[in-house]
């Protein structure tokens, strides 16, 4: 055994149960371990790295902001910072942007918005509806709108302040909507924890309609479908809805730690002076990043993305021991007959790091994969269900 795994296993909190393998070097889509085998990676981390590993156009931009300034507080301006914000609201109609490090602050970000929202026009107390088998992150508040027990279990009390529907039964949503005061809703376009499940449009619509008549704020949780993930910028641009507020992070600055919450027209200034804040937010090498990332996701990439969505999926289709796929764009769940820890030691030992979801098997590869790659890996992922 690697002394790194002794080592990470003494030193570092036991909170991740970590595949053995020790990553050390990667281009694109293939990475290499310390023994130098190498693997085709179809989770880039958790959908982080966006353009894949060391993509040359990104690592430029970031390492042309490194010879230039590495952080200022926020107490100044920085240009990498002011021109994503830009970039992210002319690209999405946003009007405002507050920058985090992180999924879960993201979302932090954007239940203080709908809070405050409520209170500026004297609601006290105002819930936020969020959908069983969510998943929001794992700061106290996030978990609290994590519409799972398992998330809570241990660490009670949660916040108060958040209500759980059901996904896809619009009445759910009506009943609790009735009988409470409700200042947002908060969901994902496509649950990523909760096992690559897509809404379906009538019910996200019907939530977006009862968000306009009843002056809810429609939060979108697209920290894990954003940035190109999906076949659009935004997932919720596969629903022809406008939320009043978006959060994103994982594939947002290609692999640097970042986190935004974006504001549409009538949540642009709830935020005001000292009602938020984050020491590392905004930046500019994150930011720098991002700018990369998000200026190049373009038609011609989103087409892409949909061409190889439609390439794993017409590939795994009525294959033995593959039972159904679900999700959209490089987000896709597998349902497997064999168990889903077996066909990843399997695509591990045959050269292919793949993630899980629940009870399925989780593709996230990096969108610009090359179709070779995919259909090696994919050869693969056939072989590794065969029963
Ligand atoms: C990963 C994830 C989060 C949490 O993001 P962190 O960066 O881990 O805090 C929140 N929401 C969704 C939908 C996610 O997939």
Known sequence: MSDIFEIDKEYVANTYNRFPVDLVY??????????????????????????????????????????????????????????LAKLLCEKTGFKKVFFSNSGAEANECAIKVARKYAEDKGVKNASIITLKNSFHGRTLATLAATGQDVFHQDFLPMPEGFLYGTANDLDSIKELVANNTVCAIMMECVQGEGGVIALDKDFVKGVY???????????????QTGNGRTGKLYAYM????????????????????MGACLM???????????????????????????????????DKLLLDVKK?????????????GIISISGMGLMLGIETKKDVKEVLKYLMDNGVLALSAKTKLRLLPALTISMEELDKATDVIIAACKE
């Open 26 to 83: 990667g281009k694109g889509s293939l990475i290499k371990d310390n023994n130098g085998k190498e693997y085709i990676d179809l989770g880039s981390g958790i959908g982080v790295t966006a353009f894949g590993i060391q993509d040359d156009e990104w690592k430029g931009a970031v390492i042309d902001q490194l010879n230039k300034i590495q952080h200022a507080s926020n107490l100044y301006y920085t240009e990498p910072c002011a021109n």
């Open 209 to 223: 309609k009862i968000c306009q008549d009843n002056d809810i704020l429609l939060i979108i949780d697209e920290v």
């Open 238 to 257: 596969n629903f022809d809805i406008m939320p009043d507020v978006v959060t994103t992070a994982k594939g947002l600055a290609g692999g640097l730690p």
């Open 264 to 298: 549409g027209e009538k949540v642009k200034s709830t935020l005001t002076f000292g009602k938020h804040g984050s020491t590392f937010g905004g930046n500019p090498i994150a930011a720098a990043g991002a700018i990369s990332i998000i200026s190049r996701i373009d």
């Open 308 to 320: 190889k969505s439609e390439f794993i999926i017409k590939k795994l289709s009525n294959k033995d």
